[in-house]
């Protein structure tokens, strides 16, 4: 992978300057750093027919994952993304803006089986909420609350423009941000992740970081309206928040996505827009090209607190 280490043309300046005020984090601080004085509970024998259970292949493999998810691993590569950023079983991993649950099918069982805590940084609730934000918010709890014996207990934690710390200071081992810093460019609070995740890793900790990625000859629009973030930009954002890069790589690159589409990143699978958002769907739409194309470029960056 390149190394683009200069700022982003029109990034001279800092995207934000946001102060964090105290959410309640409804029985969060369960989640501390474990001690590892107790050995990591080994897998259980592989079945006739699939892998051991509590491995990460198990939980990539899981029957409860619908088709459709399962699907999408040809193009999201969980297991080997999984693996880049060191994801182990005892770990307290917090995953910003988790959506529907992508992620958190696998990682919610292999952290369960393990003896590690997941935790989803959700959206940001309140007077001032977006609405649609809530109703995810809370078909995410129910569904993740709702089986023990699979999922364990999941915490749940609030990030947002005034929200408090997602996690008790360095009690997370693994942060993750996929897919989500566009949006979090266009609301202003980009800088505020790196730092919330800085605040919870224990030193040493990683914070894993898949978006999509912007050609680096191309401006960044510092609201992404696109989608697509140069990986500079990225590294810079990483760097101000006190991380130090450890790799990169390609296991979510894909060459045939030419980054220019009516309606951004979008227009590409799973989302398949055919008009502005907002706006009815548009049955003439060609939807050939973008079928072609797949899901998009995406950078995988890792990086570390020091210690």
Known sequence: MTDHTAAPNGLSRRLLMAGATGLALGGLAACGRKEDKTPTPAPAPAAANGPPEGSLEWAVAGPWRSAQDRARDAARHPMETLRFFGLQPRMTVVEFWPGGGWYTEILAPYLARGGGTYVAALFPEGPTADPVQVTLNTAFKTRFSSDKKLYGEPRFASFGAASGPVAPLGAAELCLFMRTLHGWMAAGIAEKAFADAFAALRPGGILGVEQHR??????????????????AFVRQLAAEAGFVFVAASEINANPADTKDHPFGVDTLPPTRLTAPKGQPADPAFDRAKYEAIGESDRMTLKFRKPE
């Open 214 to 231: 912007l050609a680096p000859e191309q401006d960044q629009d510092p609201v992404a309206a696109n989608g697509y973030v140069q990986e």
